[in-house]
Nanobody, 122 residues
Framework: QVHLEESGGGLVQAGGSLRLSCAAS????????MGWFRQGPGGQRDLVAS??????NYADFVQGRFTISKDSGKKTGYLQMNSLKPEDTGVYYC?????????????????WGQGTQVTVSS
């Protein structure tokens, strides 16, 4: 059974937009924290955005360009990415966690999707 499944990645030109989706099972969607992480060539996963019942948080490098949201009716989370830059290229992962104050460190998040590739051409 797949508990978290990302979709929506692809190839886009700089300045363009993509919307990533994270379809979750009921139990995973009910966890308080959902986050999106980006993994670059070095292998490190950086937190891009997170959402909890207390609100949303964004990394400085996406502030004002990306928006994280959740649709409880569809049990799906989203990452709307606008004004994309070549440095946004990477594999984007959806993750969920049982913490109400989730860590910014990817190793502390509990459950992960398989990732979706985003490539931004210059």
């Amino acid at each position: 059974q797949v508990h978290l499944e990302e979709s929506g990645g692809g190839l886009v030109q700089a300045g363009g937009s993509l919307r990533l989706s994270c379809a979750a099972s009921d139990s995973f969607f009910s966890l308080p924290a959902m986050g999106w992480f980006r993994q670059g060539p070095g292998g490190q996963r950086d937190l891009v955005a997170s959402i909890t019942p207390g609100g949303q948080n964004y990394a400085d490098f996406v502030q004002g360009r990306f928006t994280i949201s959740k649709d409880s009716g569809k049990k799906t989370g989203y990452l709307q990415m606008n004004s994309l830059k070549p440095e946004d290229t990477g594999v984007y992962y959806c993750a969920v966690d049982s913490s109400w104050r989730p860590s910014t460190q990817w190793t502390n998040w509990e459950y992960w999707g398989q990732g979706t590739q985003v490539t931004v051409s210059s």
